[in-house]
């Protein structure tokens, strides 16, 4: 069996080599002093919702890299599953939860850039989850800027989905109040055998592209 590979200065470990952001570096960090480093799951690559015949049971089955999507951390405990997106943008954050687009203000107003909303890019991922527990286990959409940023406008944000600073998340996740009774350290450890289980080891090539894009995107 080969041994996991250990994000640097972290206890928390992967089946395979990743490369992280600063951005996602720092929320790394930050996770392994809330969640057990164990329950946490960085840089997972899951099949899309409607890529596979059967969300439990996917040994069998081929998923090709084109139904493969990467999400950037999973973090669990006795509330359910929070799935993060972290973003590494600067400057203002203008975002509402129910447009495609969202804007980031920089140089005192000088330039504006729009980029795709992180509360619909993570909704696929929280429904990659979904479709391995449906309804059993509570999810939780976190998206954490990590960058130098301001949350000017944030609204219309849908149900259990939450944005915040890197300064933010310890208090953002504190104030999450699970709609169940707690799960069992039992319970906790069967959801993150079955996360596991359903977690895909992607081809060398989807892998070394989204290590290309990381180096792209700290250049």
């Not at 943008?89 to 992180?118: C, E, M």
């Not at 999810?139 to 944005?163: E, W």
Request: net charge neutral; aromatic share 10%; glycine share 6%.
């Amino acid at each position: 069996m080969t041994e996991p590979y250990k994000i640097s200065g972290t206890e928390v470990t992967s089946p395979y080599p990743v490369e992280l952001t600063p951005a996602e570096t720092r929320l790394v960090f930050s996770l392994q002093k809330i969640f057990n480093p164990e329950n946490i799951i960085v840089d997972g690559y899951f099949p899309k919702p409607d890529s596979k015949p059967n969300a439990n049971h996917i040994k069998n089955y081929v998923v090709s890299d084109a139904e493969l999507l990467q999400i950037d951390c999973l973090a669990i405990n006795e509330r359910g599953i929070f799935v993060f997106e972290s973003k590494g943008h600067l400057g203002w954050i203008y975002g509402h939860g129910d447009r495609i687009h969202w804007t980031q203000v920089s140089a005192y107003g000088k330039n504006k850039h729009q980029f795709y909303s992180p509360v619909r890019q993570n909704a696929s991922h929280v429904a990659a989850i979904a479709s391995i527990f449906g309804t059993i286990v509570p999810l939780y959409s976190i998206i954490v800027f990590g960058g130098d940023v301001t949350l000017k406008v944030i609204d219309n944000l849908p149900p259990n989905c939450h944005v915040c600073t890197q300064a933010e998340l310890n208090s953002t996740l504190n104030n999450i109040v699970s709609p169940r009774p707690p799960f069992s350290p039992n319970q906790v450890l069967d959801i993150r055998t079955r996360l596991n289980a359903s977690r895909v080891n992607p081809t060398t090539i989807i892998r070394d592209e989204h290590i290309s894009e990381v180096e792209d995107y700290k250049r």
